[in-house]
Nanobody
């Protein structure tokens, strides 16, 4: 059973930064494309970012381009989402997903989310 875990969320002021981590205990994440998704209160979950399996490309939701950066540390079996210049509209529960393909798909594996709250 593959279980992912997103962590690193918290309360931050507008303009601040957070770094989310996605870890897995039973699989090696370097063999997966990793997606980041978020769900704001009362809204549907939306795809936010993808880092491909080859670790040579990323794609981002337009509203986070230039502010969010996805990266990998294969030695730590961890994928990160660096979030800078945070805005109140970034408030959501953030999830990571894994697909055993070059690019993110519907998310074959999912993990528990982490709450990000951007507020003054």
């Amino acid at each position: 059973h593959v279980q992912l875990q997103a962590s690193g969320g918290g309360l931050v002021q507008p303009g601040g930064s957070l770094r989310l981590s996605c870890t897995a205990s039973t699989v090696t994440l370097r063999y997966y494309a990793i997606g980041w998704h978020r769900q704001a209160p009362g809204k549907k979950r939306e795809w936010t970012a993808c880092i491909n399996r080859s670790d040579d490309d990323r794609t981002y939701l337009d509203s986070v381009k230039g502010r969010f950066t996805a990266s990998r540390d294969n030695a730590k079996n961890t994928v990160y989402l660096q979030m800078d210049s945070l805005k109140p509209e970034d408030t959501a529960v953030y999830y990571c997903s894994a697909d055993e393909t070059e690019w993110c798909g519907v998310g074959h594996y999912w993990g528990e989310g982490t709450q990000v709250t951007v507020s003054s």
